[in-house]
């Protein structure tokens, strides 16, 4: 889903997922099956520790299954599959299946163009519209070389594809190359396809002959098709894709997938991960010799520009981000896709290296896994007592939940009323109690499907007294009073703002429902709350006309366009390179 491609930034997403959840009654999970979840064989300590954590762990995200791979600088330390490749078969997850990896395939685009580097055949300072001149790329504040695209640092937005329908259409930069860190799937489209020229062949020969057989990554797909799909898992996605998502909904199988864009095209096994992993680890040392130059993986590896979508201390690399973890430097890449999302670890001091992949798209990544199994890992070569497992934290708890009861009043004077059970909230309507999961920053979702689950409860707090002057104070100090659900809004009798707003009149031909049949799309809702017109409860800033910008950074090139308006409304949004129908189905 589109939703899923874009919640790095959390613009589309109604409700982004917390990072971890806790184990409950499940829509997906019935008790059986889950009691019933293959496990494989551990041996030995750090296999039990991991075992257990990931068997809480998947329960608790609500995972169908999980592959793994772990290995240190001599060889693959082992490969095991948990949970169902194929929930409705009872088909357990086997280290022979493929997965997609996503995002990881980044990494395997920075090393073959690092590999042309030393060939000659290309400049990381020389702008990319000297070797693909026909790109519909606009570049009004700079050109774009290939070190901004590995960075991505280009300017250029997170577009969905980098043609659309419209040949007249180009991607437009937002910022001057290099002064900001804008993650861009497009970028490593444009990657893709210069390695290809460069190398006169399709990107997957190209990966296949400079990475795959020389690290006898034997299994693994340069591209996702159709073909490969009796070697796969079954990957799964959220059964209503035009509501919010608690952790424990309904999944259900998703469509097939044919994509070889480099910005994710990767499907590989545990083992052959564990393959690559093991390259990474020994500083890109492969079994028949180096895989590219000290050099080169000196500037694969170098931190060249902050990256805090990943974490706060976290830089990004060419295809990679770089890290820290307990004093060691780490290499580490997320891959989210439709129904599959991955992650990767490798602690470059310690020698140890985890991949983990999901067989299911839910707004999360399995990054808690990989990230603990490194730790065991190296405790273990080191010497150590094995490190606790960390907690997993259940969503529908939160440190405050007396700041969001209450009774809440739409200006029509409709009501709603929150309140607080234990650590948990919850909302009273229609006879019913309905807890509540946090997401983040203030927002909620139901857990109770189809009712109060098409949007997110999103409260709003009062504003800072002095900002000049208490610019530090949490925000949290400041108390709720309001909250919105969709195109409703509700305040409490602590509200003290202003309750009737300007609304541009064009804007009314905007709001609805918009589709898309991309399976990186779904729907998306567009409505004005207050003076601010919400995409998925996402604000848009105006740029002109119909175009606004989506996300609060003002040089963010991503944007949200308006087309074709008839009898009064928009029939097309555009949005970031996707085409998303008005449809009138409420």
């Not at 797909?221 to 799909?229: A, D, H, K, L, Q």
């Not at 564990?274 to 000196?298: D, H, Q, T, W």
């Not at 009501?415 to 807890?435: D, Q, R």
């Amino acid at each position: 889903m589109l939703i899923d491609r874009l919640t790095r930034r959390g613009f589309l997403s109604g409700s982004s997922a917390a990072a971890l959840a806790a184990a409950g009654s499940s829509v997906f999970w019935g008790p059986e099956l889950r009691a019933e979840m293959p496990m494989p064989k551990a041996s030995g300590p750090v296999d039990e520790s991991l075992d257990a954590y990931i068997g809480s762990y998947m329960a608790a995200m609500n995972a169908p299954g999980m592959t793994l791979g772990l290995t240190d600088l001599r060889g693959t330390l082992r490969t095991a599959g948990y949970g169902y490749a194929d929930v409705d078969k009872r088909l357990p997850v086997t280290p022979d299946l493929l997965f997609q990896i996503g995002s990881i395939t980044k990494s395997f685009v920075g090393l073959v163009l690092l590999q042309m580097r030393e060939e000659g055949k290309l400049e990381l300072d020389k702008p990319v519209l000297d070797y693909l001149p026909d790109l519909p790329i606009a570049c009004p504040f700079g050109p774009i070389t290939i070190h901004h695209l590995l960075t991505h640092t280009s300017g250029l937005p997170d577009n969905l594809g980098l043609f659309a329908g419209d040949p007249a259409a180009r991607l437009l930069q937002g910022f001057k190359p290099g002064e900001h860190f804008h993650y861009c799937n497009a970028g490593f489209d444009i990657l893709g396809l210069l390695a290809s020229k460069l190398d006169g062949r399709p990107w997957r020969e190209c990966v296949a002959a400079r990475i795959l057989a020389p690290l006898e990554m034997t299994a693994t797909t340069g591209v996702i098709t159709t073909s490969s799909r009796n070697r796969s898992a079954v990957g799964y996605h959220p059964f209503w894709d035009d509501q919010v998502y608690p952790r424990q909904g309904r999944l259900a199988p998703a469509p097939n997938l044919v994509m070889d864009d480099a910005a994710g095209c990767i499907a590989s096994t545990p083992g052959d991960m564990a393959c690559y992993a093991r390259m990474l680890a020994n500083r890109g040392n492969g079994p028949k010799g180096r895989i590219v130059s000290e050099e080169s993986f000196g500037l694969f590896s170098t931190p060249h520009v902050k990256a805090p979508e990943f974490s706060p201390t976290a830089s990004y690399g060419y295809g990679i981000a770089v890290d820290t973890l307990d004093g060691h430097t780490i290499l580490r890449h997320t891959g989210g896709m439709v129904a599959f999302a991955s992650s990767i670890h490798v602690d470059l001091d310690g020698g140890v290296a985890a991949f983990a992949s999901i067989n299911a798209m839910q707004d999360y990544r399995p990054t808690a896994v990989t990230e603990f199994a490194v730790r065991l890992l190296r405790a273990r070569h080191e010497g150590k007592d094995l490190p606790a497992a960390p907690p997993i934290k259940d969503p529908r708890e939160v440190d405050n939940p007396a700041e969001y009861t209450g009774t809440f009043t739409a200006p029509a004077g409709q009501t709603l009323m929150f309140v607080a059970h234990g650590k948990s909230v919850a909302l009273v309507a229609e006879g019913k109690t309905i807890p509540l999961q946090y997401a983040d920053d203030d927002s909620f979702v139901s857990t109770s499907e189809g009712l109060f689950s098409s949007a997110s409860f999103k409260f709003g707090r009062a504003p800072q007294p002095d900002p000049g002057r208490n610019s530090g104070a949490k925000k949290a100090t400041r108390p709720v009073v309001e909250v919105s659900y969709g195109d409703r809004w509700f305040t409490n009798a602590s509200y003290k703002g202003p309750r009737t707003f300007h609304v541009p009149a064009e804007w009314s031909a905007y709001e609805g429902r918009y589709r898309s049949d991309s399976p990186w799309g779904g729907d998306v809702r567009v409505y004005a709350i207050k003076d601010r017109l919400m995409l998925n409860g996402n604000r848009l800033e105006p740029v002109g006309g119909a175009l606004f910008r989506a996300g609060d950074e003002s040089w963010n090139p991503d944007t949200a366009e308006f087309l074709h308006i008839f009898q009064g409304k928009a029939r097309l949004l555009r949005l970031a390179g996707a085409d998303f129908l008005r449809i009138e189905v409420d």
